[in-house]
């Protein structure tokens, strides 16, 4: 099963090679192979997640010496990431084949985004600390190969070029965090340093690897004040920014899954990643509503789910993080593949405006979803006292389910609606912590499960709550105000992002010149 694991990243990055050999427009052959190594990556990943619920975990044996080299761990959540990556691997080239269609390059653009693949694969499959650090550069690079694909295009070279800055600072910190583990440890396998830490028996210094582990995924997923980049690569081709925001962006959360027992034991790393994970989340909801382009929505709506689903992290939610991930990959792959056909469907709505929620509709709708959400997290037997990040997280939904809600209150009698708005949010209630509580158990051999939380951790949700709260309130209140003619300056801002990215433009100004 380990050498059919190791062909699926193979095949791809062997078809890039060939791909690279022939570059030029509708490359039959080169084509042919990437499609063949897709399918068959498809279906390795389908058969490591029957192997793994059959058999259980295994690591394959090390090709390296001294505990350091190329290793595999084929656990519940290198399945999962296997059977995502695959499947939006395999969409994204097939949609990409007909999309890049007779540019003069096809065939080298196939192949970056099959080499792209290839190492993602490698790197969620990582058993060993260098194969992970090998992998992550791997990944980042042939990356950056795609989004200067149009390098005459002032923007995206500026875009790229910050983005590989911040990622060599990233790879910087993820070396020294394998330093560290390897030196406590005395070996690089994964599996081994995880089965330490759970055994109690923790060397020291283990702070400092966690933290710079949190810092290497914050660069990854783009959290303020570097997420600017995210936000400019618009000009790659569309194929590049779905497999970005569906897929490369998600390996700053996979590594700190990956290293849920470390984090446990560094709770100034998961408060890190929490504070900065809770207020990029925060910031960049607000951001993107106030965006005109389709593309550059979508990107500020990466950048705020990259920031939720690191927040989960640093709450200790990490089974409930890797489903956010599925769930997002999913959801932004066709966002983006399909964006052409939104700007039809906004075309179709001009004239159409929403009436605004009344102060009552919001209170109304708050009571309403708060209820929902909290009655069907007891029936699940889901409390402050047994889990409480779940808790939080569902109260969140609750400000989300509220906004809706309201928005759909002004639009017609109440009567009937509130019982049908009740009815959904218990339904949307039962589906969310069904599938929390389904994917905590599916992943309960490879990401670990916490309960009770420090009173530093218990100050820090209700602060995320208070952010959340805050946030909700200005999504419902702005459209009102800017249509009153108040907040108009504040809407100016929030369009720009209050400056943020403009300020670091200038800041690194001198290390982006060509």
Known sequence: MTFLAYLAPLALIAAAIAAFAGPGMRPARSLALINAASLLALVIAAAIAVTVMLQGPTSSALIGANGLGLQLRLDALSAVMMALVSFIGWVVLRYARNYMDGDARQGAFSGGLALTLGAVMLLVMSGNILQLVLAWMLTSLSLHRLLTFYGERPIARLAARKKFLFARIGDVFLISAAVILFQSFGTGEIATITAQLQTGEIPGGLTWAAIFLAITALLKSAQFPTHGWLTEVMDAPTPVSALLHAGVINAGGFLVIRFADLFLVAVPAMHLLAIVGGLTAALASLVMLAQTSIKV??????VAQMGFMLLQCGLGAFSTALLHIVAHSLYKAHAFLGSGSVVDQARAKLGHRLALPKLSDMGLALGVAALAVLGTGWAFGVTLESKPALVVLGAILVFGLAHLMALALGQQARG?????????????????????????????SAVPVTGAVSFGTALLMGLMLAVFALTAWIQLAAPRAVASG?????AVHLRNGFYATTTLNRALAPSLKA
């Not at 929505?297 to 990466?302: G, H, N, R, V, Y």
């Not at 108040?486 to 504040?490: E, G, I, P």
């Open 297 to 302: 929505s979508l990107a500020w709506s990466t």
């Open 486 to 490: 108040r907040w108009q300056a504040f």
């Open 416 to 444: 009937a609606l509130v019982a049908k708005a009740a009815l959904a949010s218990v339904m949307l209630s039962t589906l969310y912590f069904g599938l929390q509580l389904g994917t905590e158990a599916l992943v309960a």
